[in-house]
């Protein structure tokens, strides 16, 4: 059994399906009414869970324009920190009706806190696991606070080398976190299919002794889907009700019919690996008869001997295996048998 954890009583670990999230992340645009539909979207989709952010601008960074502070190129240059996470944050208050509203339809919501005080507002409203971002995740104050709730913890790895990882790793397990999950990440927004290095996954799974899934932000489904075949018990994908919806994070979002493609097949990913079996499948059983097998092609009178010019390997399979071929040559038969007649071994002579 590899090692796993439990989110609301639903296992995860490799020996389970994969535990899909929906992050909603800013995508609900400053519209409350756009955060309740993208639940419902991802209910409706078979996502296992919907993830929010809990930050407010100040808690994540500094009202300030000096260069630090400022965002160069990419899908949000031009803004400073304050600007983007002012525009994109979810207002608190929202969290409580979201999280009932979740529980009322039965999706698992859970949330990325960003601060001490974060975690503390999830906690009221208990919670069941916690999401630690890949730029936090070298925060290992924020990281064991969030430990000390006992509650699951799973951690993106993106931007953290090796030693950075087992730092989070050990501050967790210090801290009294006992289920923990990383993700292999690439924090780039969108992210490159060719950077993702989806080996890491099983490199990671031995190294840190823990489950391990993948958060993506590709733009299509093909790396998550086959992270599964590494192991990937967790994939965590942004939704959105529209990638042209024009928020911070719409445009490298699922829409509804793509989540509801990757919940799909990443279950049927799952399930096609199965375990080692050699066996004859049930779908395979009707096909039997279809293979090769030895028929008698020239007609053969009672007591004559068998030669190459009697007998061909033919489809279907209801006569001898064609390996019996050397087996039956040189044998004499019973008694008169007509072409087009499949051979068996109640037919020859000893």
Not at 78 to 95: F, I, K, T
């Amino acid at each position: 059994m590899n090692p796993f954890i439990h989110i609301s009583g639903r296992p995860i670990g490799a020996d389970y399906e994969p535990y899909v999230i929906a992050e909603m992340s800013a995508n609900h645009n400053g519209d409350m009414s756009n955060a309740v539909k993208i639940i419902e979207m991802a209910k409706a989709s078979g996502a296992d869970a919907v993830k929010l952010q809990t930050y407010k601008p100040d808690t994540i960074t500094l009202d300030m324009t000096t260069p630090d502070f400022m965002i160069e190129g990419g899908l949000w240059g031009g803004q400073s920190l304050y600007q983007l996470y002012e525009s994109a944050y979810m207002p608190w208050e929202w969290h409580k009706p979201l999280f009932d509203y979740a529980r009322e339809v039965g999706i698992t919501i859970l949330s990325s806190p960003f601060d001490s005080t974060a975690v503390d507002l999830l906690e009221d409203l208990n919670a069941p696991a916690y999401k630690i971002a890949s730029f936090e995740a070298v925060d290992l104050p924020l990281i064991r606070y969030v430990a000390s709730t006992k509650k699951p913890m799973i951690i993106s790895t993106g931007m953290a080398d090796a030693q950075e990882i087992q730092e989070a790793v050990d501050a967790a397990r210090s801290a009294g976190c006992e289920q923990l999950v990383l993700l292999h990440c690439v924090s780039g927004y969108p992210a490159p299919s060719d950077d993702y290095n989806l080996h890491t996954i099983t490199d990671m799974q031995q190294r840190f002794a823990v489950p391990v899934g993948l958060s993506d932000h590709t733009l299509d489904n093909t790396t998550a889907i086959a992270s599964v075949a590494l192991g990937a018990c967790v994939i965590e994908k942004h939704v959105t009700l529209d990638r042209c919806g024009g928020g911070p994070d719409d445009s490298f979002s699922l829409e509804p019919a793509e989540l509801k493609a990757l919940c799909d097949s990443a279950k049927t990913a799952w399930r096609a690996l199965g375990q080692v079996n050699y066996a004859r499948k049930s779908s395979e059983q009707a096909n039997v008869k279809f293979r090769r097998s030895l028929y008698v092609v020239k007609p053969l009178q009672a007591g004559e001997m068998i030669t190459p010019e009697h007998i061909k390997s033919v489809r279907p399979g209801y006569g001898l295996a064609p390996k019996y071929w050397d087996d039956v040559l040189g044998k004499r038969v019973k008694f008169d048998i007509p072409s087009g007649i499949a051979l068996n071994w109640e037919m020859l002579l000893p």
